[in-house]
């Protein structure tokens, strides 16, 4: 897996030579605040930010709900049909199982998929559940930091597909968590985002869910009739291993766990294993959240100094912070972790 170096000065912290970045999250030691370190201007202030967010967030957490709790966001909304699942049909599956469980999600629409009378039904259906509606630009481009003018008339051109809508919200979420691989991009893009009232919908555990609907689809494609199981095993192992793992780097960072965002995508995976998810959750005591109820929280107004920009926002505060440097890949997810196991597994 890609390790990234510590910054120059950084404090000291255990470097593991093998193994994964859960088994290092696991394994290693709290910092202790009293050592001694050498800390250059910019990890100082990074430290700083990291701190600050923290002391906000952890008075926000009342004393009962210290349990992480995972609120539902879906990227995309590409109704394409699907094997065994039509577009429509999916998008019913997944808002049966979010009534079924009490829970408001978040939508995150790319306009390039979000055009005619079955997306107009099927984003009146969310509106309508409660459920939020947010901006994920129209054309679903990688923002690398130039031109950031451009991108902001990209996002504002999905705006009228989604503004009718009671459930609306100026939420924004960055095609492939990519803020900015430059620091005159991101604060310029940041900068433009405020100025047209948009707040940073940021994820806090990633997944590569399209890469495992990739592989599900592929199979289907070529064996119509294979068994589905195994996939749906590697699903829920996935997604549980990427959460635990993110809820300990936030317990590290930030003293505590927090209400999650997870990051789906409205893919055939989320269609047919959404329900076994949830449940997962709730059996091993996770709480279940309104993503608008996770949004809210202040943690989620934090502009970690850090490039690239993006990932989880966990991974960024973590990056910032100085001293986790060898629990953090880069890019934070991607198939490319998933698909030894997969080949491994036959899947």
Known sequence: MPRAEGPRGACPYPRHDGGSPEIALKDTAPHNPQMPCRLDRRTLLAASIAASVAGRAARAVPADSRAPGIAITIDDFDLSDTPLLSGEARDTAIRTVLARHAIKAAGFVAGKYGQGARSDKVLAAWSNAGHLLGNHSFSHRYFSGRDPD???????????????????????RFPFLAEGKTAAGRDRMRALL?????ANAHVTIDTSDWYVDNRLRARL??????????????YLDHVWDRATFYDRLAQ??????????????????TGLFLGDLLAMFKA????????????????????????????????????????????LRYPGEDGAYEAPRMDAAGL
């Open 194 to 198: 405020k100025a047209h009232g948009y």
């Open 221 to 234: 494609d070529a064996t119509p009739r294979a068994d589905i199981a195994p996939y749906r095993r590697f």
């Open 284 to 327: 091993r005591g996770w709480r279940l959240v309104d993503a608008e109820t996770a949004f809210a929280a202040p943690l989620f107004a934090a502009e970690p100094d850090v490039l690239p920009a993006g990932q989880s926002l966990v991974w960024a505060l973590a990056k910032a912070d100085g001293r986790y440097e060898t629990l």
């Open 150 to 172: 451009a991108f902001m008339a990209d996002i504002l051109r999905c705006e009228p597909l989604l503004s009718g809508y009671t459930g609306f919200r100026r939420l924004f």
């Open 252 to 269: 590290r960072v930030l003293g505590h766990s927090i209400d999650h965002t997870l990051l789906l995508h409205h893919r055939l995976t």
